[in-house]
């Protein structure tokens, strides 16, 4: 059973700083390549950040450029989300997601991502 858990979402400042996990289970996680996806309230889904199998190719949304570090750590089977410079345009509920065959096959429950002064 291939399981996805979110950790690390909190209320936090305009300018804070945040990272978020992501607990993977139930697959061999080093052969897949992961995501983080987010929905701003009301909105639609977008993705946000893409990391290669390894760790080693990265690729972010033009509006978290410079902001965010999407990061992996095979070993602990974890995937992590690096937030600076937060805005409240950033609050949203941030997925951790798997990219099977193609195909986003597996999502994490998310973490609530809320700024606010």
């Known amino acids: 059973q291939v399981k996805l858990v979110e950790s690390g979402g909190d209320l936090v400042q305009p300018g804070g700083s945040l990272r978020l996990s992501c607990a993977a289970s139930?697959?061999?996680?080093?052969?897949?390549?992961m995501n983080w996806v987010r929905q701003a309230p009301g909105k639609g889904l977008e993705w946000v950040s893409t990391i290669n199998s390894i760790g080693g190719t990265t690729y972010y949304a033009d509006s978290v450029k410079g902001r965010f570090t999407i990061s992996r750590d095979n070993a602990k089977n974890t995937l992590y989300l690096q937030m600076n410079s937060l805005e409240p345009e950033d609050t949203a509920v941030y997925y951790c997601?798997?990219?099977?065959?193609?195909?986003?096959?597996?999502w994490g429950q998310g973490a609530q991502v809320t700024v606010s002064p």
């Open positions: 139930g697959i061999t996680f080093s052969n897949y390549w």
């Open positions: 997601v798997r990219i099977g065959r193609g195909f986003y096959d597996y």
